[in-house]
Structure formats: C-alpha cells, structure tokens
C-alpha cells in the first residue's frame, strides 16, 4: 500500500500548472472521481493535506484511489465541458450525477417544420428541431385536453408513415376529429396552418375562447337540469383550464424573460435544490432534487448546473442562482454554446430578482421537511410490515411476480420493484415462459424465480424481499429453488388473494349475502397464513405491489395475445404468407391499421394481388365494423357535452 500510495504522490507532484481535468482511479483502473481546475498541479496537491480539501467524501476517495491522470486543455471553459462528458462518460462514485428525472411530466410536441405538422404528448425533450409546448404537470388532465382540443382543431393523428402511404381518409376523418390532410385537395396547407396556430395559441394561454365556450354549454346543461353532463362540462373545463392557463407571476416590467431561479438549502449532507421555472415572465413549472454530499455549496451548485443543462432541451436567457460561483465566467460561457443564445448567470443582490431567489430559497426549504415527513411515514410503514410478517430484514427493496396466460397460451410473467414503498419502474422486468407445460402455474414461478436468481448471481444484488401472488404452492416450488441456490438473508412471502365467501353457509352458495375473506400472507416453515387486520397500512403496501405486478403481467400478456390474434388472423387467409403479411403491417403501421383499410389500399399494396385484397377485406369485415362503432360511441356521446366543429375559433379571443 506505501508503494501504491507513494505512486500517487509521484503522479500528484508530476502534475502541471495549467487548466484541465484530473480522473483519480483504484487498483482495477475504474474512475472514482473526475475534477476540475484552473490549476491542475494546485488543485490536487489539495488531496494529500491533511483533511484533504475540507470536504468528508474526499476522505473515502483518498483511502481507494490508487492513481491519478490528468487531461490538459486550453481554457477553464474547455476543461468544464470535458469534465462533464468525462463524468457522464465514467459515472464515477464520488462525483455528483444527477439520476434520470422520472417525474409524470409531459410536454406536446409539434414539429413546424413538417406542412400538416400533429400534435402528440411526449415525457422528454430531444434537440430535434421540432418545437415543444410545456412541461405541463398533469399527464391525464393534459390528454384530456388534448382530446377536447382535437374537435376544436382536428390535426391529424397518424404518424408521417401512415401519412405518406393513405389514398382514402380514415375513420378518425369520419368522426370529425382529422381533417384528413392525407387526400390531396381535401385540406390546403393554409387552412391546415390556422388550425395549428389556433391550437398553440391556446396551449399558450393567449386563448380563452374554447374555455368560455364550454363555461356555456355547462351553464346551459345546467339550465335544462342536465345536471350529470353539466358535471362532465365542469370537469372537462377544469382539466383544460389547469393545462392551459398560467400564472401572472411576472417580474416589474421585464414580461417576457425566460429565467431560471436556483434555490439551495442543506442539512449536513442532504441538500435540496429548488428550481423555478419562468417563460415570457410566468411562472409555469417548479422542480426539485435531492442531492447527498459534502460539497462545498457554491461547487455543489455548480455540478448541478452543468449536469442539470447538459440534459436540458431548452436553456433561458438568464439563471439566477443564490451563491456566486467559482468560474461563473466559464459556465455562462458553456450555457450559450449550449443554447445557441447568451444566457447570464446572475446572482442578484437586491431588487426582483433577489425575491425570486428568496422564495426558491423558501421552496427548497419546505421541500426538504416533507421530503424528511414523507421518508418517515415509509420507513414506519417498513417496520410495520416487517413486525407483521416477521421478516428478517426490513424490506427496504421488495420485488414482486406474478404469472398471466390464457390457458396456457402467451405464458408471460412480470417482475416488479418498490424501493422504501414506492413503485422503482426502471427495475421492472418481462418474462416469456418457455422451459415447460405453461399452463402450470407453480413450475412457471419457479422457472422464473430460478432465471431471476441467476441474474442476481451475476450482478451481486438481492433484494430485501421476494413476494410471491399466490399460496402455499407455489411459495413451496420457490422455496426449492432458493435451496437450489443456497440463499440466505432474503425474506421470502407469498399474498393469496382474498376469496368470495357468502355468510352464512356459503359453501353451498344458496346465501345472497356476498363477502370477501381475507387476504392471507403465507410464510416459509410456518403452517398456518398471517392474517392482518384488513386496514393495516403494511398489507396496502402488499397488495399494491402485489396488484401492480398483475397489473404489468395482465398487460404484456395481452399485448403478445393481440399480436398473436391478428398474426393468427392473417395466417389463416389464404394466399397471405410471411412476407405478404410484414408487407401488411409495414405499409399500414399495425394490424389495426390493417383491419380498417379499404379494399383499395390493401390492393395497392406491393405483392398483394385485388383477389387477396378482396379476401383481406372480406375477412375483417366484422372486426372493422365493430371497432368504427366504437369510435363513434365514443363521438357521440363526447359531442353531446361539447359539439365537434371543423372550424377553429376565432384566434385571440
């Protein structure tokens, strides 16, 4: 260790006096931390001081890194960029990277560039040249809107390949909800235009017209005592108007800023970041992450900046932030290079401005105490459910299975995890059943608990808790496989669902009177199930991961039936083989699409001859009819609340 450590020391003193950026490394070469400096050579002849540079992770750091490699470059501002690329690159342990944001944000996207440009709602930005209205907080209020709007303004609604490939309108046209820009001369790009901009003048704000218009036809359900459409009116009015409408926060005279206020706040090594966000001078959007780390608040800040914009698809004119940062010059200069626009970083000290710092202080502040009061109630929530079920470890991360088919077709299984009670989607996972009789239920468990372990295996990560849907069976069949692979310190449970039961006699089921058993928690070595009180907290947590995994095997299990219906469907028409079935699906964009194509355009598919196209057509017939009756049920009774229109309304009323 001397000889490793007075390696270190060499390599520190051999270091140069210019900027750039230095990787330290352990033994095996991975890369735990990436800096920055002005000064390489003062910078990391820091780490060797006793107490390092002041800040308690560099400690831990010092006591692995074995090495270190320094990267020069010709500026301070060259070194921040690389330093970021070399951080997202590496992702080392000491550094801070900012994990992907799961927040339910949403945010429509229209490419303007396109002549009949669509609207659709997407999660995240991307630097495609198409033009981005949001981030809008409420993903369901935003698509209800978004099917108020389309009646309003009928866009089109199928993908540029639909597009490009439609000789006939769809049943979307038929409807009233597209003006089918897709048949030549039914729509002209100037008309076409109107429509959108009415579209994005009330996603904007700017108007209220579609707001009143359904403020009236409320008010006139209401005078003819249709009291339950006036309800849907009110609700729907409500969801438009808290998309739509926003704040007049604006800022003295200065209406039409687009700025970004940063407030920090900290308790030992918790910090909280609050972030406001300010377009054409309106508060639209907050924001807020936790970060664990020692750093020093104004180097804190900075490594949220640069990984916060690094990601970001817009960049404002201006980021205010509530300390001055080291290298403040540099970082602007990389946030314009970034934006394509100058963007000032400001720290006001006084005026407007100072306010709105103030009261992201203020946010971050409060965000903070509920962050502790909510992380409280969870972890007492484990604990119970730990007593309760005599778990050996408190199950801190719980994954959850469950198996779906449909008489053992399209045998499918789900995996899902909750990390301290709440759902941790991008550690769910998928399974197809294929090793046995996939109508057995218990052999399917185990086939998936034993490839589930083996992966565990690899990587060196268990979870806390292993939940099981189902009984003393199939808890037995996984309780071999767990032998199999000699693991210890896992809990291992299985939640049997409650049953209908009547009262009295209800094994003869004569009893009108219907009710439910309880759920049942069925532990390894013990012969009789845990029954908890019904409205215990730790048994919601049981079944919510419990229904949440049914929910995502019921899911995939169907959408691989709905692929294999419609597989099925075409294999049994004569004269459709592979290849004439992918040229099906490609040319119409799914097997929906090809149910509800006319006899034209199934003939003017490459290889599809009019006799096959007239047998396509024949043998969908029944289908298509009762998927247009549908959309128009569902027209109908959306039109008896708010009349569909072609035209928009009048812009900037």
């Not at 640069?306 to 932030?321: G, M, S």
């Not at 399917?444 to 069976?473: C, H, T």
């Not at 669902?497 to 006699?505: A, L, N, T, V, Y």
């Amino acid at each position: 260790m001397a000889d490793e450590r007075s390696l270190l020391e060499r390599q520190i003193d051999a270091a140069p006096n210019a900027p750039g950026c230095y990787l330290f490394r352990d033994d095996a070469g991975t890369v735990l931390y990436v800096g920055k400096a002005i000064d390489i050579h003062k910078r990391v002849r820091s780490y060797l001081r006793p107490g390092n540079d002041g800040r308690a992770h560099i400690y831990f750091l010092m006591e692995r890194a074995t090495q270190v490699e320094f990267v020069v470059t010709a500026n301070e501002k060259e070194a921040l960029i690389l330093e970021n690329n070399l951080i997202k690159r590496f992702r080392p342990r000491y550094n801070i990277v900012l994990a992907a944001d799961d927040a339910t944000y949403v945010s429509v996207r229209m490419d303007l560039r396109h002549p009949y440009p669509r609207a659709t709602i997407v999660h995240k930005y991307k630097r495609d040249g198409a033009t981005y209205f949001g981030p809008f907080a409420s993903s369901d209020k935003l698509r209800e809107t978004m099917d108020t709007l389309k009646r309003a303004f009928p866009l089109r609604l199928c993908s540029d390949h639909v597009l490009g490939n439609r000789t006939r309108p769809c049943v979307y046209h038929d409807i009233g909800i597209c003006c089918a820009p897709c048949v030549p001369g039914r729509i002209s790009t100037d008309d076409y235009r109107r429509h959108v901009d009415g579209l994005i003048d009330v996603l904007k704000g700017r108007d209220k017209s579609l707001l009143t218009r359904i403020e009236a036809e409320m008010n006139q359900a209401a005078g003819n005592l249709e009291f339950e459409k006036a309800a849907r009116l009110r609700d729907r009015m409500r969801a438009v108007a808290a998309t739509v409408t926003r704040q007049r926060a604006t800022v003295g005279d200065d209406r039409t800023a687009d700025r970004d206020v940063i407030g920090l706040y900290r308790e030992a090594d918790r910090a909280l970041i609050s972030l406001l966000v300010y377009r054409e001078g309106q508060l639209i959007d907050t924001s807020s992450r936790e970060i664990k780390s020692l750093l020093p608040d104004e180097e804190l800040l900075a490594g949220f900046i640069e990984a916060w914009y690094q990601q970001a698809a817009f960049i404002p004119d201006e980021v205010l932030t509530p300390l001055e940062l080291e290298g403040a010059e540099a970082l602007s200069s990389w946030l314009s290079d970034k934006a394509e626009h100058r963007v000032r970083l400001l720290t006001p000290r006084q005026g407007d401005k100072r306010k709105l710092v103030e009261l992201a202080q203020t946010n971050a502040r409060h965000a903070l105490k509920v962050r502790d009061e909510t992380q409280q109630r969870e972890r007492e929530l484990l604990k119970q459910l730990q007593e309760a079920a005599g778990l050996e470890n408190l199950p801190v991360v719980m994954e959850c299975y469950d198996i779906s088919h449909t008489q053992g077709q399209e045998t499918v299984a789900s995996g899902v995890c909750f990390v301290e009670g709440k759902p941790e989607k991008s550690l769910y996972r998928k399974y197809r059943v294929k090793s046995h009789d996939r109508n057995d239920d218990f052999a399917s468990m185990e086939e998936i608990l034993r490839r589930r372990l083996e992966r565990a295996r690899k990587e060196e990560r268990y979870p806390d808790l292993i939940v099981i849907d189902g009984g003393a069976g199939q808890l037995g069949r996984v309780q071999k496989v767990f032998e199999e692979f000699n693991i210890v310190g896992i809990d291992l449970i299985g939640l049997a669902k409650s049953r209908d039961k009547g009262e009295p006699g209800w094994e003869s089921g004569y009893s009108a009177r219907r009710q439910r058993s309880d759920e049942r928690i069925f532990v390894p070595g013990r012969l009789e199930p845990i029954t908890l009180d019904q409205r215990s907290p730790a048994l919601f947590l049981l079944m919510r991961i419990r229904d949440e995994a049914h929910r995502f095997a019921v899911t995939f299990h169907r959408e691989l039936a709905r692929k294999a219906a419609v597989a099925s469907g075409l294999d049994s028409i004569d004269g459709i083989g592979p290849k004439r079935k992918k040229a099906l699906i490609k040319r119409f964009g799914s097997p929906r699409g090809v149910k509800l194509a006319g006899l034209e355009e199934l003939a003017s598919v490459e290889g599809i001859s009019r006799q096959v196209a007239q047998r396509i057509f024949e043998h969908f017939t029944q289908e298509r009819a009762e998927i247009m009756a549908r959309e128009a049920a569902r027209t109908e009774a959306a039109q008896e609340e708010l009349p569909a229109t072609g035209e928009a309304p009048p812009i900037g009323h």
